[in-house]
């Protein structure tokens, strides 16, 4: 019987155990309430409440504008309709870097003020004494290796990251240092997937890919992307599994045809 399926609550300790029997986890975005409800009935192991947010929820280019109430607000919403996945927050940009003081300070909203399960953090060791202090503060961190949008301005590109051997080598210990500092779990993004095998194979906390190939302990996508709510997003990495921006608008064009037309609402669909 696979673990994945025993379970009526996913805890950090779970997600260990599917990496030591080798179950993949599953993790997806989530933002409101009726999406979460969704996901969450699917049986999908994580939501991440990613601070992704500030481009599918509020249409802002890049992750840096999202606030640390704007991020409460949208856990918040999640974990109402949560009732088994473990829910995951980001901390959003300028609530961690550069001070361990804020970064504890911010997760103890997120914590207090939506009622999530653990919190994510982008970076290695320039951000490790944050890391350290929320750690003991008794919250669960999963860390994020390679492209780490809140860094765009400083890459310049979204584009794969650590295709050259020096910054291999700095992901590799970044990655053992996260693990060393006792983060659950590490997210890496868009980096050759030879290399998060690598780096899945030295660790013995889950690592979950987007766009980093087969060969980490689980998967992450942004849901309006897997979707096709997110329309002209088309990364090599992604797979879309419905296209529901051209079958929203069809359905919406329907109803404005059935309005007009008289035809909506009829006899029965009246009181
Ligand atoms: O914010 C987000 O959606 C993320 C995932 C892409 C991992 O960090």
């Known amino acids: 019987m696979s673990i994945n399926k025993e379970v ?16 993949k986890i599953t993790m997806l975005t989530g933002y409101d309430y009726s999406m979460a409800r969704i996901l969450d009935a699917a049986g999908v192991d994580v939501i991440l409440v990613g601070d992704s947010a500030s481009n599918v929820m509020a249409g802002h280019e890049t992750t840096l504008p999202i606030t640390l109430d704007q991020m409460i607000y949208h856990a918040s919403s999640v974990v109402r309709a949560v009732k088994r996945a473990l829910v995951v927050v980001d901390l959003p940009f300028g609530s961690y ?10 997760t103890i909203r997120i914590m207090k ?19 350290k202090r929320i750690l003991t503060a008794g919250v669960p961190v999963m860390g994020h290796l390679g492209l780490t949008p809140q860094s765009i301005y400083k890459f310049g590109t979204y584009t794969v990251r650590a295709r050259e051997e020096a910054e291999a080598q700095k992901l590799l210990d970044d990655a053992q240092l996260l693990e060393e500092l006792g983060c659950f779990a590490i997210v890496l993004e868009k980096i050759p997937a030879d290399l998060a095998r690598e780096v899945t194979s030295r660790l013995h906390v889950p690592t979950i890919g987007i766009g980093a190939g087969a060969n980490t302990d689980g998967q992450v996508l942004v849901t309006h992307d897997l979707l096709g709510i997110t329309k002209d ?39």
Request: no cysteine.
């Open 97 to 106: 870097q550069g001070n361990s003081k804020a970064a504890l300070d911010s």
């Open 113 to 131: 003020e939506s009622g999530a399960h653990a919190v994510k953090l982008e970076g290695g060791a320039e951000i490790q004494e944050s890391i």
């Open 233 to 271: 997003f088309k990364p090599r990495f992604l797979r879309r599994y419905l296209e529901l921006f051209d079958l929203i608008q069809a359905a919406v064009e329907q109803y404005i045809q059935d309005v007009r037309s008289r035809d909506f609402p009829n006899e029965q669909e009246q009181y």
């Open 8 to 23: 009526k609550r996913v805890t950090t300790h779970v997600l260990q155990a599917m990496k030591a029997q080798q179950e």
